[in-house]
């Protein structure tokens, strides 16, 4: 029978150089982290070790797998696909979890408006105080959403205009260095009801990035002065600083027919802290080599240390990453919802029970789909016949 396509070859996760490096100082590296990292990255969390030892599950097909098969008459062929790991420090995984992330949030909260990227940094000194504590990252974005509101709606000249925002939570550099940061998508105005029905209000021009970072700056020496992680007399030095050590970065407009651009920005914000391509493990030398495409710079580190850098971005259980805020939130979109769904007549005694709203399980991709959208393979082709294959049966150990 004629070739018809490229055949699927299953990803081989222990020849990735992120995997030999686990495979080999995971468990000496929990035996050696009090002593040389609490002192920076504070006490160990169990969570890390057993994150790190359920990724090198990933892709093992001695803990499960899937057996796919052809459904053609008198074609055998058929393979298996192994069990993911799901974790946050698991490239592959993290790449899936955007994908879905980014037709989430594109199908189901995003509204046909232009939307922006707009990043905040913070001053290296006071980084370490959001490195070791999950609240304080989540109060650093509760900080960058008051940013928003207040200097979107003073710009607009409405003090009851809502913007909508995505803010994802960041905590690796280019170079995989623990940078805790905020990435943020939000709409290039604000909703207003003047009495008059709603109405959008553009973003005003003279709304910069500088004018954000002032109200940024100040409003996060507030907080943690509030929360005693800084004294009043640091804080007050550090509003003199100039340069302030503080960054609003805000991008170009993004305008509703640019789907793609949308779901490529809801992918990066969320995307995994480690870039497989940009990795080298000199297993000899115990030594690890990150590049930066984007900045042509690079790094070497230790094999200890760069475990050391990666437990960073292993997230508490429950902890998690992207908060909405304003016309996004939950509360906000499930209130439109009924008011859509409410009937006009108001002669009606009974009102019409709302479906529940677009979930991120309803966006969940599919194992094949997911490696057509990356790679442009159709796996369920069968490259020897041309017919449809299926999943047939799940093998778990």
């Not at 990252?137 to 205009?161: F, I, P, Q």
């Not at 809502?162 to 943020?184: F, I, Q, W, Y």
């Not at 259980?317 to 009924?338: D, L, T």
Request: proline letters at 8%.
């Amino acid at each position: 029978m004629p070739h018809a396509g490229p055949r699927y070859r299953p990803r081989v996760a222990h020849q990735t150089p992120l995997y030999e490096l686990a495979l080999d100082h995971a468990e000496r590296f929990e035996h050696v982290y009090d002593e040389r990292y609490a002192s920076q990255y504070g006490p160990w969390r169990p969570r890390v070790g057993k994150t790190l030892m359920q990724y090198l599950d990933c892709g093992v097909p001695s803990n499960g797998m899937l057996r796919v098969a052809c459904t053609t008459d008198g074609c055998r062929y058929s393979f298996f696909v192994p069990f993911s790991c799901k974790r946050a420090i698991c490239p592959s995984c993290a790449q899936r979890r955007s994908l879905e992330f980014s037709e989430f949030v594109n199908a189901a909260v995003l509204e046909p408006v232009a939307y922006r990227h707009v990043v905040f940094t913070i001053p290296k000194m006071l980084r370490s105080a959001f490195l070791r504590d999950g609240k304080m990252l989540r109060e650093l974005g509760r900080c960058a959403w008051k940013v928003l509101r207040h200097g979107l709606a003073t710009a607009a000249g409405d003090a009851m205009a809502v913007p909508g925002a995505l803010l994802s939570r960041a905590t690796a550099g280019d170079l995989m260095n623990p940078h805790p940061h905020l990435h943020a998508i939000v709409s290039c105005g604000a909703w207003s009801d003047g009495g008059r029905g709603e109405s959008f209000l553009p973003w005003p021009p003279h709304l910069t990035g500088g004018r954000l970072e002032a109200l940024f700056q100040r409003e996060v020496l507030r907080m943690m002065v509030k929360r005693e992680r800084l004294a009043p007399e640091t804080a007050q030095r550090l509003m003199g600083w100039n340069p302030t050590g503080f960054s609003v970065w805000v991008g170009d407009p993004i305008e509703p027919e640019q789907t793609l651009s949308r779901l490529r920005l809801a992918r990066y914000i969320t995307k995994g802290p480690v870039a497989l391509e940009r990795m080298e493990y000199d297993n000899q030398n115990c030594l690890v080599h990150y590049r930066s495409f984007a900045q042509g710079r690079s790094r070497t580190a230790t094999a200890l240390d760069f475990l050391a850098d990666l437990s960073v971005h292993v997230p508490d259980r429950g902890q998690h990453g992207v908060s909405y805020f304003g016309r996004h939130s939950s509360r906000s979109r499930g209130e439109r919802r009924k008011a859509q769904l409410a009937p006009t007549d108001s002669s009606l005694t009974t009102r019409m029970q709302p479906p529940p709203p677009p979930s991120r399980k309803a966006f969940r991709i599919v194992w094949a789909r997911l490696l057509q959208k990356v790679w442009r393979v159709d796996v369920l082709r069968c490259p020897r016949c041309g017919g449809r294959a299926r999943v047939t049966a799940a093998v778990v150990n």
